[in-house]
Nanobody
Framework: QVTLVESGGGLVQAGGSLRLSCAAS????????MGWFRQAPGNEREFVAA????????YYADSVKGRFTITMDNTRDTVYLQMNNLKPEDTAVYYC??????????????????WGQGAQVTVSS
């Protein structure tokens, strides 16, 4: 079993920055990839970014490419999402996710088997 806990959300003005953290505990040795998704009111949960442990690769949604950066610490038990130049349309609940098996892509929320409780990010105009 794996537990994911997000932190770092909050309220920021447009153009500002926030950093989200996600701490994993439990059977983290079986981690294959970690990702961030977000869900705005009335919308489906959408892919934001992901990082593969084995390939050392990162993936981003087009809407955040060049503004957001996903990184992991040396122990690979914590994943971060640095969000710069935030826009009001980035307002959402952000969820950390982990999966423990291979899939050829990283965008499908159905391929992740562990989820955090979510962190609210609000960007004012």
């Amino acid at each position: 079993q794996v537990t994911l806990v997000e932190s770092g959300g909050g309220l920021v003005q447009a153009g500002g920055s926030l950093r989200l953290s996600c701490a994993a505990s439990g059977r983290t040795f079986s981690t294959y990839a970690m990702g961030w998704f977000r869900q705005a009111p009335g919308n489906e949960r959408e892919f934001v970014a992901a990082a593969s442990y084995t390939a050392d690769s990162t993936y981003y949604a087009d809407s955040v490419k060049g503004r957001f950066t996903i990184t992991m610490d040396n122990t690979r038990d914590t994943v971060y999402l640095q969000m710069n130049n935030l826009k009001p349309e980035d307002t959402a609940v952000y969820y950390c996710a982990m999966r423990t098996y291979y899939r050829p892509n990283y965008h499908d929320r159905g391929d992740y088997n562990y989820w955090g409780q979510g962190a609210q990010v609000t960007v004012s105009s």
